[in-house]
């Protein structure tokens, strides 16, 4: 499909989400010709895809990451906002009219969101004071906003990068560094509401192995990547049914 052409050294996009056949979301970022990143927001009305103005609040550059849309008038991006001294996740709304900034709790990056009735879920992960990454949980809900830092899943080094919400369950996927191996592997977690928990996933590949995205369809969910051998890194794609 035809995309704008904008003025920038680069733009790309990373996540996209369909209200319906003509209404389509896609998010990324640019980077101007002065090396600096700004949001990237493209709509597909059934006729062609337009660059719909979006925030930029971040004093040193901004990224989107994941969208997800409940209705036409109600869409929710995420991604960092990059400041002077530190990220801080960014997460932005669309009413039907406009692109706004939410005002979240926590520090580091998201990478994914779902959304589910009224309930939004946003993953990504936040660096502790010795700079390992942890998994970091954003949720809304009656209109306010919790973050959390699962414990017990995952290694010091752990990056969320997928969530979805199956039933009252809300699942995340993601890669954790072990040590002992000094590999990637796969992290797949669920919380039905008593609270995170690590569930057994395939690990296959004598490499590295890393789930990027999670996807729910009834009591079936699909979460994707790739693992690594000596001579290849193979696409892999993991299911579960409820």
């Known amino acids: 499909m035809a995309t704008p052409a904008l003025d920038t050294q680069r733009d790309y996009l990373t996540s996209v989400t369909a209200v319906s056949a003509n209404d389509v979301w896609a998010v990324g970022e640019r980077q101007d010709h002065a090396g600096r990143f700004g949001t990237l927001v493209e709509h597909w009305d059934g006729h062609r895809w337009t660059v719909v103005p979006s925030p930029n609040p971040g004093a040193t550059g901004n990224h989107l990451y994941g969208v997800a849309a409940a209705s036409p008038d109600d869409v929710w991006a995420v991604g960092q906002r990059d400041g002077t001294s530190s990220d801080q996740p960014l997460v932005e709304h669309w009413d039907g009219h406009n692109w706004t900034v939410a005002t979240v709790p926590g520090t580091g990056v998201l990478d994914a969101v779902a959304v589910h009735g009224k309930d939004v879920w946003a993953v990504g992960q936040t660096d502790d004071a010795a700079r390992q990454a942890h998994p970091l949980v954003l949720r809304r809900n009656e209109g306010a906003w919790t973050a959390t830092v699962p414990a017990g899943i995952g290694a010091p080094f752990t990056n969320v990068t997928g969530v979805a919400v199956s039933g009252g369950t809300t699942w995340l996927a993601g890669t954790y560094f072990n040590a002992t191996t000094g590999l990637q592997h796969t992290l797949i977690a ?25 996807a729910a369809t009834g009591g079936d969910l699909w979460a994707v990547g790739y693992d690594k051998t000596a001579t290849a890194r193979d696409p892999l794609i993991e299911h579960h049914q409820d």
């Open 190 to 214: 669920r919380n039905d509401g008593t609270g995170w928990h690590a569930v057994a996933a395939p690990d296959p590949g004598t490499g590295d192995k890393v789930l990027g995205a999670i």
